[in-house]
T-cell receptor, first 113, second 114 residues
Framework: DQQVKQNSPSLSVQEGRISILNCDYT??????FLWYKKYPAEGPTFLISISSIKDKNEDGRFTVFLNKSAKHLSLHIVPSQPGDSAVYFCAASLMGNNNDMRFGAGTRLTVKP | NAGVTQTPKFQVLKTGQSMTLQCAQDMNHNSMYWYRQDPGMGLRLIYYSASEGTTDKGEVPNGYNVSRLNKREFSLRLESAAPSQTSVYFC?????????????FGSGTRLTVV
């Protein structure tokens, strides 16, 4: 039972354009959401997060939007750069249990020069 | 600054063999975790240790055991490997003061059970 879903296995965008990665979740008890970035042969690294009390969080070129009623979040990268090419994982944490993060299957982003 | 170090990076086992995956962190973190990643699925938590001397089951603990040897080291043992345990295994540690985003992952161990 995958509680966090990333329905697009891959995404390809042109350098300089916007990348939008999507994530859906089923458990309304999730109260904290994160995006991780993973390069080949490396472990995931934290990118950006958002609490359920907010609907937007921005960090430089990266913005995460949360729509609680739709149980949906998205990561926007503007402008996209070739170095952003990686696998992006969406993750969510259950209320009161920050030792148990649930991950989506990931979206492979390719940014073409 | 090594962060989280996992050994080995690759391993091939025969069904029924046993092995231990090693993980060590040098960041003085209290919490450590073992995840597995399978194709088409996200990372799934196997076991975690919130502090030295404690371990707890995660989402998929069956077929595994863990040992928190000391604050630095958290090992994952497969007593009798099965092909269903073919996966990439990630160890992570967490700095509590940073909350959720304090996870630091190792680079992974790719395990194949034939």
């Amino acid at each position: 039972d995958q509680q966090v879903k990333q329905n697009s296995p891959s995404l390809s965008v042109q350098e300089g354009r916007i990348s939008i990665l999507n994530c859906d979740y089923t458990n309304s008890m999730f109260d904290y959401f994160l995006w991780y970035k993973k390069y080949p042969a490396e472990g995931p690294t934290f990118l950006i997060s958002i609490s359920s009390i907010k609907d937007k969080n921005e960090d430089g070129r990266f913005t995460v939007f949360l729509n609680k009623s739709a149980k949906h979040l998205s990561l926007h990268i503007v402008p996209s750069q070739p170095g952003d090419s990686a696998v992006y994982f969406c993750a969510a944490s259950l209320m009161g249990n920050n030792n148990d993060m649930r991950f989506g299957a990931g979206t492979r982003l390719t940014v073409k020069p | 600054n090594a962060g989280v170090t996992q050994t080995p990076k690759f391993q091939v086992l025969k069904t029924g063999q046993s092995m231990t995956l090693q993980c060590a962190q040098d960041m003085n973190h209290n919490s450590m975790y073992w995840y597995r990643q399978d194709p088409g699925m996200g990372l799934r938590l196997i076991y975690y240790s919130a502090s030295e001397g404690t371990t707890d089951k995660g989402e998929v603990p069956n077929g595994y055991n863990v040992s928190r040897l000391n604050k630095r080291e958290f090992s994952l043992r497969l007593e009798s490997a099965a092909p269903s345990q073919t996966s990439v295994y990630f160890c992570a540690s967490r700095r509590e003061t940073l909350g959720y985003y304090g996870y630091t992952f190792g680079s992974g161990t790719r395990l194949t059970v034939v």
